[in-house]
């Protein structure tokens, strides 16, 4: 996963280069710039991050003689991204492309002299233009036109066909692109105390294919599909008063590949006194099959040659979600609040294996169902003295089979706490706790109990930063057992990971815009 931050560009032209160093050899440089000058404005940022990975160990496997085996390299990581915008009045346009390329681990056996050959890498790009006009005093105008694009590129060195090592081991390519163009208008109105929202969304894809080769069968794979999205939506907000006030807004989709659905939203929100709070929405949602599934040839059903045609006809996600929220502000330092809720997700894609081998496909199954309750309070005082903790209990059940979600815990406790240092520093603790819960495979989980903690300086040589980080300080994480498969690596030894990291910014003497 890449997670991309992005700010406003400052007044005075900046320059922005943070330097960060981590377990496992990892390492990451950022740079940004941004300016403006009269309404115009820009920002350009970019990052590159690398990281070998932690030391794995391949489990024994009996079976076929086997012994445990430490794996070097293995695990390693990389990415890069650049992301930029330019703003000139109400005008504004902004790209982002980014990369990465992971290595799965896998088997030494299956290794070749140059190195690993089990790699995924992704491509994501998008470019954007949007412009936003006031109509008039209470009435304001948003378009937005993109283009987007998807890209995916793994291979796999998988055993030999039939458990034989004279057959050889099967090199299996598989490439996924998707680019699609879109646009999305929204209308806005006060009308006095009320306010009324209408937009429209479309897309359509220019290209959505993907190609499995599995190169020592000689056999190939190629699927096309064309789709397309349409919605329409709405949205009014009423304020009944200055107790009570209503949300009421809906949206209905077209795809190309199922028929519309509707997405109704109502919320009702009630203040009994000016600190406190009581609010209930109820809303709906949907989720239209993604063309892996559609495909059915992702990297663990690639090596299926059931037909597209075959598979059974998969139906859109619908999810309902009703929240309750009663808030109180206690004082000018203390705030809590109590959630109660309920999920409901019927049709729920999953992974099942499908035809007479069997080859793994997807289907609809019955969908899933949470019940819990939150409680959560805050703190803050100055100067800098911060603090949130929040408990939360839950119940998941599979609508299927009647027994609870694995890897769900029923109980969650967190808290998040800053203060001060000497001479300006600082320094943040986490702490979390889940409740016990069973493993994909049935197995029971225990308790875990965590523990992260980070310094940060104060601004020092002119604009430098330093903080440094421990994540897992308890080295708990390596308690979890892991699943009885004797094809997946392990991470031996501690789980307890550190970065640390140094920031400069530096900004110009002069605005761009003085004459």
Not at 312 to 340: K, M
Not at 437 to 458: C, K, V, Y
Request: aromatic share 10%; glycine share 10%; net charge neutral.
């Amino acid at each position: 996963m890449i997670n991309v931050l992005t700010r406003h560009p400052d007044v005075k032209p900046t320059i922005a280069v943070s330097s960060e160093a981590g377990s496992f050899v990892g390492r990451k440089l950022e740079i940004a710039f941004s300016f403006r000058s009269g309404t115009a404005s820009g920002l350009l940022e970019g990052s590159l991050f690398r990281e070998n990975g932690p030391a794995l160990v391949l489990p024994a496997d009996p079976a076929i003689g086997v012994p445990s085996q430490w794996i070097y390299d293995e695990d390693g990581d990389r990415y890069d991204h650049l992301f930029g915008t330019f703003r000139q009045g109400s005008f504004d346009l902004q790209g982002l492309f980014s990369s990465r390329d992971k290595v799965v681990p896998g088997a030494p056996a299956l290794e070749t002299a140059e190195g690993a050959v089990n790699r995924e890498s992704t491509r994501r790009g998008y470019f954007e233009a949007s412009y936003n006009r006031n109509l008039g005093s209470s009435t304001q105008l948003d378009l937005r036109a993109y283009y987007d694009h998807a890209g995916l590129h793994t291979s796999i060195r998988q055993p030999p066909s039939g458990g034989s090592s004279a057959a050889g081991p099967n090199f299996e390519i598989s490439t996924g692109k998707a680019d699609w163009l879109g646009f999305e208008s929204v209308f806005s109105r006060h009308i006095g105390r009320q306010r009324v929202v209408a937009g429209a969304q479309g897309e359509y894809d220019l290209n959505l294919s993907q190609a499995i080769l599995q190169l020592s069968q000689g056999g190939a794979q190629k699927h096309n599909l064309s789709n397309w999205l349409a919605a329409v939506f709405g949205e009014a907000e009423l304020n009944l008063g200055t107790r009570l006030s209503l949300s009421l807004g809906g949206r209905e989709d077209w795809t190309g590949q199922h028929q519309s659905s509707f997405s109704p939203r109502i919320g009702a929100m009630y203040f009994p006194t000016r600190n406190t709070s009581l609010k209930y929405i109820v809303a709906k949602a949907f989720r239209a099959p993604e063309p892996a599934a559609l495909f059915c040839t992702n990297t663990l059903c690639s090596s299926s040659a059931q037909p597209v045609s075959a598979q059974p006809i998969l139906q859109p996600e619908h999810v309902r979600s009703d929240t309750l929220t009663y808030s109180q502000q206690l004082s000018s330092h203390f705030n809590w609040a109590a959630t109660g809720f309920q999920n409901q997700a019927a049709n729920l894609i999953e992974q099942v294996p499908i035809g007479i081998e069997p080859n793994p496909g997807f289907a609809n199954n019955l969908g899933d169902r949470s019940r819990g309750l939150e409680l959560e309070a805050s703190a803050a005082f100055k100067p800098d003295w911060s603090g949130r903790a929040s408990y939360a209990f839950n119940r998941s059940v599979d609508l299927s089979t009647g027994n609870r979600l694995a890897r769900s815990p029923s109980q969650l406790a967190k808290f998040n706490g800053s203060a001060p240092l000497f001479r300006g520093n600082s320094i943040g603790l986490e702490l979390q706790y889940n409740s016990s819960e069973s493993s994909d495979l049935g197995h029971r989980i225990s308790p875990l109990f965590q523990a992260n903690a980070t310094f940060l300086s104060r601004s020092f040589w002119g604009g430098m930063r330093f903080s440094a980080s421990c994540f897992d300080c308890l080295d708990r994480s390596i308690a979890i057992p892991p699943e009885p498969d004797p094809a997946i690596p392990l991470p031996p030894g501690t789980a307890r990971t550190w970065r640390f990291r140094i920031d400069y910014r530096h900004a110009a003497g002069r605005r761009w815009d003085s004459p």
